[in-house]
Antibody, heavy 121, light 110 residues
Framework: QVQLVQSGAELKKPGASVKISCKAS????????MQWVRQAPGQGFQWMGI????????TYAQKWQGRVSMTTDTSTGTFHLELSGLRSDDTAIYYC??????????????WGQGALVSVSS | QSVLTQPPSVSAAPGQRVTISCSGS????????VSWYQRVPGAAPKLLIY???KRPSGIPDRFSGSKSGTSATLDITGLQTGDEADYYC???????????FGGGTKLTVL
């Protein structure tokens, strides 16, 4: 079955970078885009961007342009999200979610368990 | 601030019905499909509804979705205590070409 297993919780200082992984299994890796979504305390989901695993092309939400990088490792079937210049308001749970697109519809049909990133001095 | 607007909380008794609304704009709900997700604290979000009204395999028909104009609704009938969770709506936004989500609605089954 489809599984997205994310890396563990991280505690970082302001200004640092964090790299989160999402290992996909149970389906053909190159067949689906992956999106990253985060949820800060007391807030809803925020869409961060998507990546095409076939060619590594990524599209980022404007809010994180210049601070975020999404990559893939096709040899291990793993997606990575790296966020730099961390601030306290980057404290959030970060989710990877497989994007299933067909006939004009795109939906996150499977989600990882989330990775908590805490930013504190 | 979320792109889509949901009520912060709803509540109802076991066995009753509850409706969760989701309001957007012409660039998201107005011209794209709506999906709904259930998030139980500590667990991965689960897809409940996609393409406005379709249910993935394994989702009971107690959950149903609909869309009209720039708004969408999730209906849950025959409420169970296990339905207590946060519910989120989502849609693609053609304006900024990205995902748009609601702020989430906490469902309490009294």
């Amino acid at each position: 079955q489809v599984q997205l297993v994310q890396s563990g919780a991280e505690l970082k200082k302001p200004g640092a970078s964090v790299k989160i992984s999402c290992k996909a299994s149970g389906y053909m890796f190159n067949t689906y885009y992956m999106q990253w979504v985060r949820q800060a305390p007391g807030q809803g989901f925020q869409w961060m961007g998507i990546i095409n695993p076939t060619n590594g092309a990524a599209t980022y939400a404007q809010k994180w342009q210049g601070r975020v990088s999404m990559t893939t490792d096709t040899s291990t079937g793993t997606f990575h999200l790296e966020l730099s210049g961390l601030r306290s308001d980057d404290t959030a749970i970060y989710y990877c979610s497989r994007l299933n697109c067909s006939e004009g519809s795109c939906v996150g049909d499977y989600w990882g368990q989330g990775a908590l990133v805490s930013v504190s001095s | 601030q979320s792109v889509l607007t949901q009520p912060p909380s709803v509540s109802a008794a076991p066995g009753q019905r509850v409706t969760i609304s989701c309001s957007g704009s012409s660039s998201n709900i107005g011209e794209n499909y709506v999906s709904w997700y259930q998030r139980v604290p500590g667990a991965a979000p689960k897809l409940l509804i996609y393409d406005n009204e379709k249910r993935p395999s394994g989702i009971p028909d107690r959950f149903s979705g609909s869309k009209s104009g720039t708004s969408a609704t999730l209906d849950i009938t025959g409420l169970q205590t296990g339905d207590e969770a946060d519910y989120y709506c989502g849609a693609w936004d053609s304006s900024f070409r990205g995902g748009a989500f609601g702020g989430g609605t906490k469902l309490t089954v009294l």
